[in-house]
Nanobody
């Protein structure tokens, strides 16, 4: 069984920083892309950032230049360093991992974490 677990959320003042972690565990063949979505109060879930297994990353315009994603393939873990946080970054942050469970054939299946709350006070 595959699990994706986030950690590191919390309350921070505007201008501050937080670091989120996300680890995939269980039995599987390979992990492809990993990344984060977020859902603010009253908003739809929106994509924030993705990192490929090779380390290439893409960011939403709303977080570009402030957030940095990194990855440790040996630990099946990604990290999201969030700097210069703004009140509008307040959201539940959801990590996802694209995983092939049984073999390298077929499509990736997407697994999601339970979400971690980030609250930025003004």
């Amino acid at each position: 069984q595959v699990q994706v677990v986030e950690s590191g959320g919390g309350l921070v003042q505007a201008g501050g920083s937080l670091r989120l972690s996300c680890a995939a565990s269980g039995t599987f063949f390979s992990i492809g892309a990993m990344g984060w979505y977020r859902q603010g109060p009253g908003n739809k879930r929106e994509w924030a950032v993705t990192i490929t297994s090779g380390g290439s990353s893409n960011y939403a315009d709303s977080v570009k230049g402030r957030f940095t994603i990194s990855r440790d393939n040996a630990k099946n873990t990604v990290y999201l360093q969030m700097n210069s946080l703004k009140p509008e970054d307040t959201a539940v942050y959801y990590c996802y991992a694209a995983i092939k469970v049984n073999s390298n054939r077929g499509e990736y299946a997407y697994y999601w974490g339970q979400g971690t709350q980030v609250t930025v006070s003004s």
